[in-house]
């Protein structure tokens, strides 16, 4: 059994997944130790089966349920450890909400994260480190200029939470691990 974080994306403002119903469709559907964490589209699980085909089940069961057809990543609890310690800014997490990680679908072109360091504002910064994103943004996330160009500058698909986020999300993991 793995245990996976799944992270929706979209979740909020008009694109709601309601957290006890989610739980308890994805417990039906044969997951275990389902745990899910604030309405912002977030799920911890245990899985017998693939990620490929995790996803599929989840998504299938996501679509089916709630409405809800936007991308979903999962990431297994040592690869989250590892995000966590791969942050190439480790001052940032002083103020936690300044500071994101966004798990990223693929590689992006050098040339998009060249880009988006140019439009970032004085002491704002992104890293890549493998197929996550690191964005340190120490003015806000919703008033930064990287921030806003990030998404569709990145070229490819990505779902993004802040640093508390982050650190919950592996805390309710190793509960559903163990």
Same mark, same amino acid.
């Given at each position: 059994?793995?245990?996976?974080?799944i992270?929706? #994306?979209? *979740?909020?403002g008009a694109?709601q997944? =309601?957290t006890k119903p989610? #739980?308890?469709a994805?417990t039906?559907?044969g997951?275990?130790n389902v745990?899910?964490?604030i /309405?912002?589209?977030?799920? &911890?699980?245990k899985?017998? !089966?693939?990620r490929?085909?995790?996803?599929a089940?989840?998504a $299938? !069961?996501c679509? #089916?349920e709630?409405g809800? +057809?936007? $991308?979903?990543?999962?990431?297994?609890l $040592?690869? %989250? +450890?590892?995000? !966590?310690d791969? /942050? =190439?800014f480790p001052?940032?997490v002083? *103020?936690?909400k300044f500071?994101h990680?966004a798990v990223l679908a693929?590689q992006p072109?050098?040339?998009?994260?060249?880009a988006?360091?140019?439009?970032?504002?004085k002491?704002? #910064? !992104?890293?890549?480190?493998g197929?996550?994103?690191?964005?340190h943004t =120490?003015?806000g996330?919703?008033t930064?200029k990287?921030?806003?160009r990030f998404?569709?500058?990145?070229? &490819? =698909? /990505?779902t993004a939470?802040? %640093?508390?986020?982050v650190?919950?999300?592996?805390?309710l993991?190793?509960?559903v $691990? +163990?």
């Amino acid at each position: 059994m793995s245990t996976y974080i799944i992270l929706f #994306r979209g *979740v909020g403002g008009a694109t709601q997944l =309601p957290t006890k119903p989610l #739980r308890e469709a994805l417990t039906e559907a044969g997951f275990g130790n389902v745990a899910t964490y604030i /309405n912002s589209g977030n799920a &911890v699980l245990k899985s017998s !089966i693939s990620r490929e085909k995790t996803i599929a089940s989840v998504a $299938d !069961i996501c679509k #089916r349920e709630f409405g809800f +057809s936007k $991308d979903i990543h999962a990431v297994t609890l $040592d690869e %989250w +450890s590892a995000l !966590i310690d791969a /942050n =190439p800014f480790p001052e940032a997490v002083a *103020v936690p909400k300044f500071l994101h990680a966004a798990v990223l679908a693929a590689q992006p072109e050098e040339g998009k994260v060249k880009a988006l360091q140019a439009v970032a504002a004085k002491g704002e #910064r !992104i890293a890549v480190v493998g197929k996550v994103a690191y964005l340190h943004t =120490p003015e806000g996330f919703g008033t930064s200029k990287l921030a806003e160009r990030f998404d569709k500058g990145i070229g &490819v =698909p /990505n779902t993004a939470r802040n %640093w508390n986020t982050v650190l919950k999300l592996k805390e309710l993991a190793e509960k559903v $691990d +163990s």
